[in-house]
C-alpha cells in the first residue's frame, strides 16, 4: 500500500461535526450518505466548525469501508470510508483504487473522480 499521494488541488470546507482524515466528505462539511457524492477526501481531522483541508483533484490517501481490490471504482459507503462500487447505476463513483484494501481501516491511495452529479457506473 502507498504512503503518499500526489494532490493537485485542495480546497478548505468547514467541519459541521467531528470528521476524521482520510474519509470523503461534502462541501456542507459532512460525510455523504452513502453512494452520494463526495466534494474530497480529509487531509486532517477536523473539530465542529474547524477549516479543514480536502483534497479535491489528484491522488488522496483514503480510508477503506472494506476490502477492494486495485483499479475498481469507489463509492462513499458509511461514515466517509471509501468501498467497491456495487455497480448500482444510482449511487456516485468518487474515486478509482490504485491499491489495494484487505480490510476496513486500511489507508490506500485512490485516483479521486470528480462527482458534480455525475454517475458513474462500476465497470
Known amino acids: 500500500m502507498s504512503n503518499s499521494s500526489i494532490p ?5 470546507v468547514i467541519a ?4 476524521a482524515t482520510a474519509r470523503a466528505v461534502n462541501q456542507a462539511g459532512n460525510y455523504p450518505a452513502a453512494g ?3 466534494f474530497g477526501i480529509t487531509r486532517t481531522d477536523a473539530a465542529t466548525g474547524d477549516p479543514l483541508p480536502v483534497d ?9 469501508g472494506a476490502a477492494f481490490d486495485a483499479d475498481v471504482p ?7 470510508k471509501l468501498i467497491a462500487h ?3 447505476g444510482d449511487k456516485h463513483a468518487v474515486a478509482r483504487s490504485i491499491d489495494a ?3 476496513d481501516g486500511d489507508v490506500v491511495e485512490v ?3 470528480p462527482s458534480a452529479g455525475v454517475l458513474v457506473t462500476a465497470a
Do not use: C, K, P, R
Open 74 to 80: 469507489l463509492m462513499v459507503g458509511t461514515s466517509g
Open 36 to 38: 452520494g457524492l463526495a
Open 101 to 103: 484494501a484487505t480490510a
Open 111 to 113: 485516483l479521486l473522480v
Open 56 to 64: 479535491v483533484q489528484g491522488t488522496a490517501l483514503a480510508e477503506a
Open 86 to 88: 456495487d455497480g448500482d
Open 16 to 19: 459541521a461535526a467531528a470528521l
Open 8 to 12: 493537485l488541488l485542495t480546497l478548505t
